[in-house]
């Protein structure tokens, strides 16, 4: 019986918060949109403290259709996507200025404007068939690619490029690898998650 006892003391009666908060369907999320082994990296990059999950609890499954339906509702010249966009996984650490922020929706420019590296975005070739550019905070990266979603326009693909962001605030060494990587697996996630008839080709690391 003390045996027992204790073993409850030990394990049972801690009052600490875990290191990833309360939110496991949130966490699902960011895993299945940017791969758990890099969310795994992520939480090794970020200081001591509580994890705490801030985006919607939306799966890959309902961001991709409700994508999906947004680009079968396109045609030229029509702009009323550009203010549908979603955020499938925010993580910040609590106490402190450090947060990942990432962002799915259909660009404003078209694959004519990416192959040019309009301005003021300013794209450049990221190999395979993405294109990327920074953001000015110098710490976003944006990504595109072709996506042609199945039963949309013929032009959805040259007019109607995927877009995806990853951001991070105040994290240490975040650009130098896990950014890329982040953004990779995001682009990756959804080009899937899509469908895409043409198969964007998307390197491991942009």
Same mark, same amino acid.
């Given at each position: 019986?003390?045996?027992?006892?204790?073993?409850? =003391?030990?394990?049972?009666?801690?009052?600490?918060?875990?290191?990833?908060?309360?939110?496991? !369907?949130?966490?699902?999320?960011?895993?299945?949109?940017?791969?758990?082994?890099?969310?795994?990296?992520?939480?090794?990059?970020?200081?001591?403290?509580?994890?705490?999950? &801030?985006?919607?609890?939306?799966?890959?499954?309902?961001?991709?259709?409700?994508?999906?339906?947004?680009? $079968?509702?396109? &045609?030229?010249? +029509?702009?009323?996507?550009?203010?549908?966009?979603?955020?499938?996984?925010?993580?910040?650490? +609590?106490?402190?200025?450090? !947060?990942?922020?990432?962002?799915?929706?259909?660009?404003?420019?078209?694959?004519?404007?990416?192959?040019?590296?309009?301005?003021?975005?300013?794209?450049?070739?990221?190999?395979?068939?993405?294109? *990327?550019?920074?953001?000015?905070?110098?710490?976003?990266?944006?990504?595109?690619?072709?996506? !042609?979603?199945?039963?949309?326009?013929?032009?959805?693909?040259?007019?109607?490029?995927?877009?995806?962001?990853?951001?991070?605030?105040?994290?240490?060494?975040?650009?130098?690898?896990? $950014?890329?990587?982040?953004?990779?697996?995001?682009?990756? *996630?959804?080009?899937?998650? =899509?469908?895409?008839?043409?198969?964007?080709?998307?390197?491991? &690391?942009?």
């Amino acid at each position: 019986m003390l045996l027992v006892a204790t073993s409850l =003391l030990a394990t049972g009666c801690s009052s600490e918060e875990p290191r990833r908060g309360n939110a496991p !369907k949130g966490w699902a999320a960011c895993d299945d949109f940017l791969g758990a082994e890099n969310i795994k990296a992520l939480d090794n990059q970020m200081g001591e403290g509580v994890l705490r999950i &801030e985006n919607q609890l939306a799966s890959v499954d309902e961001v991709a259709e409700w994508m999906a339906s947004m680009a $079968r509702s396109w &045609e030229p010249g +029509s702009t009323a996507h550009w203010l549908n966009r979603n955020e499938p996984c925010a993580i910040a650490l +609590s106490d402190t200025r450090q !947060k990942l922020t990432s962002e799915t929706g259909w660009s404003h420019d078209s694959l004519q404007d990416l192959r040019s590296g309009s301005q003021p975005r300013g794209w450049r070739t990221a190999g395979g068939n993405v294109f *990327t550019y920074e953001e000015a905070d110098g710490r976003t990266l944006v990504a595109a690619f072709p996506c !042609k979603v199945p039963d949309t326009d013929e032009q959805q693909e040259a007019g109607l490029p995927m877009e995806v962001r990853v951001s991070g605030r105040a994290i240490p060494g975040f650009k130098d690898h896990l $950014r890329g990587k982040l953004a990779s697996a995001l682009a990756r *996630t959804m080009s899937g998650a =899509l469908k895409c008839v043409n198969a964007p080709v998307i390197p491991p &690391e942009l």
